[in-house]
């Protein structure tokens, strides 16, 4: 019986590197998104270029803001995918020593299944801040009461990354074993 459980034991060991599947993945598709995000951002400047030298019609002003607040949320979506990989990869492969030289608080540092989670968490609030601001842009009132939505959007951002940043330190000083400040 100790046989079956040993290699029971090694087959559930293995079976850690099937997050490999992911790790890869998700480094492609940050590969991917990082690329995007800068074609993106070439096709902005050369647009602008052609504008201000008189061979673009379409006035930048239209899209500018939009087309680049759209390519730093591509870039925000693909740190996502890199802190994802990189953390996934540390906490069920291997430590990855250049990010250990660097120092526990490198991003990549990940020890814990709820560090990662936590990181993951504020780089997509933060995409989802981009994206609202970048709806903001667009917006065209109709009403004064539209206003008043938006200014009530805003503040529940604000208490959200406000409420953020406060979990983030009460997390920080049970680690760092001090109490609050008195």
Do not use: C
């Not at 991917?32 to 002003?61: K, N």
């Not at 780089?123 to 989802?128: D, K, S, Y």
């Amino acid at each position: 019986m100790k046989k079956v459980e040993n290699f029971f034991e090694k087959v559930l060991w293995s079976s850690r590197f099937l997050v490999l599947i992911a790790v890869v993945s998700s480094l492609l598709g940050s590969l991917v998104l990082f690329i995007v995000g800068t074609m993106d951002l070439f096709g902005v400047a050369r647009m602008t270029l052609y504008y201000y030298l008189g061979q673009e019609s379409q006035d930048i002003h239209e899209f500018l803001i939009t087309d680049i607040i759209l390519a730093i949320d591509i870039y925000l979506v693909a740190v996502v995918l890199l802190v994802f990989g990189a953390g996934a990869y540390r906490l069920f492969i291997s430590p990855i020593d250049e990010s250990e030289q660097s120092g526990p608080t490198h991003p990549f540092n990940i020890q814990t299944f709820d560090e990662l989670k936590d990181k993951i968490v504020r780089v997509v609030i933060l995409a989802v801040i981009i994206e609202f601001f970048r709806a903001v842009v667009d917006i065209r009132f109709a009403t004064p009461l539209d206003a008043i939505y938006l200014a009530l959007s805003v503040l529940a951002l604000a208490a959200s990354v406000y409420l953020m940043n406060m979990s983030h330190d009460k997390k920080k000083e049970a680690k760092s074993g001090a109490g609050p400040a008195e």
